[in-house]
């Protein structure tokens, strides 16, 4: 493998409880590593981590443990920042165009911004960028858009503005956070192919953040399956959504939905509770040993993937088993 992009060490970010003096983990001990022009989704259910992962990468908000590397220089931690001359690097697609675009601006101004931060203050270069930009996106004539507002166009123009903001200053690291999720079926499709074009033609780095497996598979050369802060599963897309391991994947992966099949999802037996020790999908899961309630499961290598369980481990067919099989 080529050198990596970006390669995250054992990210972990903590948030206190309001009310309360507890804190939990929405990012828990989470690695990735991606080399040049790959699309890695980060893929799971809301409320597992997923944006807060994505938030440490680009340097949102600090890591409370764990080690961000660009190229191979160690550029975020707990108590480091990175660099200005190194944030034009990165960028990100937020979730909500109608909430991550000014609404009091012209886009010819919300596409400048970025640039005019860097240093590029000259007219007709700050002209060039938002036209080449606003074409990029498919939004032509360049001179129709320029001067609108954001109420002005439609939610999937605003997504199209959205994503030329994030493009304008060329990154190499790109975290698309639901860029679809927003959209019509019938506008999905097309942004899809979209994204695509664009992460191909300048080779951007792409961690693609969606709850939406389908959308993922078609995107992306890797997954990392995420639940309650922690990887439970990665592997090259094709595997994983064909072929899923652990109990979380498989269910995730049953809930996509497809014409003329009913939805048949596995049995959840538990309600999704807080495991101090454990794994994390014991309280959930349709398949579970002694030893789940007690002690995290390391990494097991099934086939192409990495698996999270311990249905997988040596020795697991000697542990009592609890649940009701999978």
């Given at each position: 493998?080529?050198?990596?992009v970006?390669?995250?060490r054992?990210?972990?970010?903590?948030?206190?409880?309001?009310?309360?003096?507890?804190?939990?983990?929405?990012?828990?001990?989470?690695?990735?590593?991606?080399?040049?022009?790959?699309?890695?989704?980060?893929?799971?259910?809301?409320?597992?981590?997923?944006?807060t992962?994505?938030?440490?990468?680009?340097?949102?908000?600090?890591?409370?443990?764990?080690?961000v590397?660009?190229?191979?220089e160690?550029?975020i931690?707990?108590?480091?920042?990175?660099?200005?001359?190194?944030?034009?690097?990165?960028?990100?697609?937020?979730?909500?165009?109608?909430?991550?675009?000014?609404?009091?601006?012209?886009?010819?101004?919300?596409?400048?911004?970025?640039?005019?931060?860097?240093?590029?203050?000259?007219?007709?270069?700050?002209?060039?960028?938002?036209?080449?930009?606003l074409?990029?996106?498919?939004?032509?004539?360049?001179?129709?858009?320029v001067?609108?507002?954001?109420?002005?166009?439609s939610?999937?123009?605003?997504?199209r503005?959205?994503?030329?903001?994030?493009?304008?200053?060329?990154?190499?690291?790109?975290?698309?956070?639901?860029?679809?999720?927003?959209?019509?079926?019938?506008?999905?499709?097309?942004?899809i192919?979209l994204?695509?074009?664009?992460?191909?033609?300048?080779?951007?780095?792409?961690?693609?953040?969606?709850?939406?497996?389908?959308?993922?598979?078609?995107?992306?050369?890797?997954?990392?399956?995420?639940?309650?802060?922690?990887?439970?599963?990665?592997?090259?897309?094709?595997?994983?959504?064909?072929n899923?391991?652990?109990?979380?994947?498989?269910a995730?992966v049953?809930?996509?939905?497809?014409?003329?099949?009913?939805?048949?999802?596995?049995?959840?037996?538990?309600?999704?509770?807080?495991?101090?020790?454990?794994?994390?999908?014991?309280?959930?899961?349709?398949?579970?040993?002694?030893?789940?309630?007690?002690?995290?499961?390391?990494?097991?290598?099934?086939?192409?993937?990495?698996?999270?369980?311990?249905?997988?481990?040596?020795?697991?067919?000697?542990?009592?088993?609890?649940?009701?099989?999978?």
């Amino acid at each position: 493998m080529s050198e990596s992009v970006i390669e995250a060490r054992n990210i972990v970010r903590t948030f206190s409880q309001r009310g309360s003096n507890t804190s939990f983990n929405a990012v828990n001990n989470v690695s990735l590593q991606s080399k040049r022009g790959e699309i890695v989704g980060l893929v799971g259910e809301s409320g597992s981590g997923k944006t807060t992962f994505g938030r440490v990468l680009v340097n949102l908000i600090p890591p409370n443990a764990g080690t961000v590397y660009f190229h191979g220089e160690k550029i975020i931690d707990s108590k480091t920042n990175l660099k200005k001359n190194l944030r034009r690097s990165f960028s990100m697609i937020f979730q909500d165009p109608y909430e991550s675009l000014n609404p009091v601006k012209r886009v010819y101004d919300i596409l400048a911004f970025p640039p005019r931060v860097h240093g590029i203050k000259e007219r007709k270069q700050l002209d060039e960028m938002v036209v080449s930009a606003l074409e990029e996106v498919k939004l032509t004539p360049a001179a129709d858009f320029v001067d609108k507002y954001p109420l002005q166009i439609s939610g999937g123009q605003r997504q199209r503005v959205a994503i030329a903001r994030s493009i304008i200053l060329r990154p190499e690291f790109l975290v698309a956070d639901e860029a679809t999720s927003m959209l019509d079926a019938s506008l999905k499709l097309g942004m899809i192919n979209l994204l695509l074009e664009i992460i191909k033609k300048h080779e951007m780095t792409t961690l693609l953040i969606t709850h939406d497996l389908a959308v993922a598979a078609m995107m992306c050369n890797r997954l990392l399956v995420m639940y309650k802060g922690a990887i439970v599963e990665t592997g090259p897309s094709a595997e994983i959504v064909n072929n899923p391991k652990h109990p979380y994947s498989k269910a995730l992966v049953a809930a996509i939905p497809t014409l003329g099949r009913k939805l048949s999802l596995p049995e959840l037996v538990g309600e999704s509770g807080e495991m101090n020790v454990g794994c994390k999908y014991y309280p959930r899961c349709p398949a579970r040993f002694d030893r789940c309630a007690k002690e995290m499961p390391r990494d097991f290598p099934v086939g192409e993937s990495l698996v999270k369980c311990f249905l997988y481990g040596s020795g697991s067919e000697d542990t009592k088993f609890e649940g009701t099989g999978s």
